[in-house]
């Protein structure tokens, strides 16, 4: 579904992704674990159409992304929801969820609309507040049904984790699982390589910038090299 | 009662020459709000729109009406085309190198006219006449009429525009975060040349409205009216629209306070004060309140 040959990505002088590659096949969980620059958001926001990269490839259901602005790659159903959020603080929680369908047909918005707040009744709760009101977890939440809008068939999802308590963790998790279920394609990017291992199918482990150990999310979770240098054992 | 109505007339004049303030301001703000450029050239747009009415009035004879909708399209061309050939290819570099392009094209656009046309001022024919209306010991000029009811107008529409509608919402979406904005399929090139397309637009329409108080038009009329109204976008807090407005209006009244007691010439002196004393006391300005991050 999605192909990622041998990209490099730099800021100015500093080459922060080497030579990765990897894929996600239809119906996959796939998570790309590592410390704080590793280069793993530069790899989504490369995908994404932010950034480019200087050699290689990437492809989208067969099609070539690398060169597209980042709204055409998301018209073609690659969605993101980005590190930290990055929710609308001075708009609504129901502008912000607009914004999110922006690339749909205008008719189709009300039922996505309705679809997200069945997902997330907080949401629906709070439609008229402005988002700088809502909760660390909220906001990632709207993050989640503002990306859902767009309706993708594959969402790259950047440390969603970061910066919420356990219990809710567990919670955009059990969320994370959901969407799967119920047919999104997922790409996850965590630190918390413990939550993205158990819920990932396979997994690819980064360091400064280089792919360095790959395999089945399961098996990676016993690796001895895995467990002390990511699971803190 | 004399000294009344002198304040009453006073007054009027200041909200007149603050609409046009305030809607330059506007557009200063906006671009602001967007790329973080501070367009320098933005008043100078008035200027090109005042010597559009003047060439279809005086040299082509046509309905003011006819000369107004073409200061208003030639305007909004030239602002988009500005942000297409001089901003665009600067959009990842520093932002003091976008500063000083807009600098640049703003001593373009006066040296070009002054080249083409002259330094001296064109007089416009008058093309907005109308009854004045006596209000007690004063008289409202049908300027000045017509002037606060276009500002209050396209105030009301561009509030509306830039709340409801998908294109508006876009335009906050992308100043509030450029990336994010991006991220959500919207296409920022289309978003960006529409704020310059609407900020142009209402410096035309301010112009027009200049032009039918001060008929005269010259290559460098925009700058010290442009200046000013970048003092009422930074007093009312830059990049907020209801703080443009709110800006352009103080400013306007302030000048006329100070010409009211018979100070007159201390107006432009006044008008920076202020720019000084916001930057010292309120640097986000009346209304440009930093909304805190929460992690």
Do not use: C
């Not at chain 1, 958001?41 to 980042?70: A, Q, W, Y």
């Not at chain 1, 997922?186 to 360095?212: C, F, H, K, P, W």
């Not at chain 2, 010409?259 to 000084?276: E, R, Y």
């Amino acid at each position: 579904m999605l192909n990622v040959e041998n990209i490099n990505v730099y800021y100015g002088s500093i080459h922060a992704v080497k030579d990765i590659t990897f894929n996600v096949e239809k119906g996959e969980i796939v998570t790309l674990i590592g410390a704080n620059g590793a280069g793993k958001s530069t790899i989504l926001n490369t995908i994404s159409g932010l950034l480019r990269s200087k050699t290689g490839s990437v492809t989208f259901e067969g099609r070539p992304i690398g060169s597209l602005p980042p709204h055409k790659v998301l018209a073609l159903g690659l969605a993101q929801v980005p590190e930290g959020r990055r929710v609308f603080l001075k708009m609504t929680v129901e502008e912000n969820l607009e914004m999110g369908g922006y690339t749909r047909p205008a008719g189709e918005i009300a039922d996505s609309l309705e679809d997200v707040y069945r997902r997330f009744p907080r949401l629906a709760e709070r439609r008229r507040q402005v988002a700088g009101t809502l909760s660390g977890g909220e906001q990632q939440m709207l993050a989640m049904g503002r990306a859902l809008m767009a309706k993708p068939a594959l969402m790259m999802l950047d440390e969603p984790s970061m910066g919420l308590a356990p219990l809710l963790v567990e919670q955009i998790f059990d969320i994370i699982r959901e969407l799967h279920r119920a047919g999104t394609t997922i790409l996850l990017v965590e630190q918390n390589a413990q939550m993205a291992l158990s819920a990932a199918d396979r997994a690819y482990v980064l360091e400064t910038g280089r792919i360095v150990m790959q395999g089945e999310a399961r098996a990676l979770l016993e690796d001895d090299q895995v467990r002390r240098a990511y699971l803190g054992e | 009662m004399a000294f009344l109505s002198t304040l009453f007339s006073q007054a009027i004049n200041g909200l007149q020459s603050g609409s046009i303030y305030a809607l330059v301001a506007l557009g200063y703000s906006m671009v602001y709000g967007i790329i973080m450029l501070l367009n320098f050239a933005h008043g100078d747009i008035i200027m090109v729109g005042a010597y559009v009415v003047w060439m279809a009035t005086a040299n082509f004879g046509l309905h003011p009406v006819v000369s107004i909708l073409l200061a208003v399209a030639v305007s909004t061309l030239l602002g988009v085309t500005i942000e297409k050939v001089a901003y665009a290819p600067l959009r990842s570099s520093p932002r003091l190198s976008l500063l000083i392009t807009a600098i640049g094209i703003s001593f373009l656009l006066e040296n070009g006219f002054q080249l083409i046309f002259g330094a001296g001022a064109k007089v416009v024919p008058e093309f907005l006449s109308g009854p004045s209306l006596r209000l007690g010991g004063a008289t409202v000029s049908f300027s000045a009429m017509v002037t606060l009811a276009v500002t209050v107008a396209i105030m009301i529409g561009l509030t509306l525009l830039v709340q409801k509608t998908r294109l508006g919402k876009a335009m906050r979406a992308v100043s509030e975060d450029m990336g994010a904005a991006q991220l959500m399929g919207i296409n920022l090139n289309t978003t960006i040349s529409f704020t310059f397309a609407l900020g142009s637009a209402l410096a035309a329409v301010a112009s027009v409205l200049y032009l039918s108080s001060y008929a005269q038009a010259s290559p460098t009329m925009g700058s010290m009216l442009g200046l000013k109204a970048f003092v009422a976008a930074v007093l009312g807090g830059i990049g907020s629209l209801p703080g443009a407005m709110l800006g352009g209006l103080v400013i306007g009244l302030a000048e006329a306070l100070v010409s009211a007691v018979g100070l007159s010439v201390w107006k432009d002196g006044v008008v920076f004060a202020i720019l000084i004393v916001v930057l010292l006391v309120r640097p986000s300005g009346l209304l440009g309140k930093p909304i805190k991050e929460k992690v």
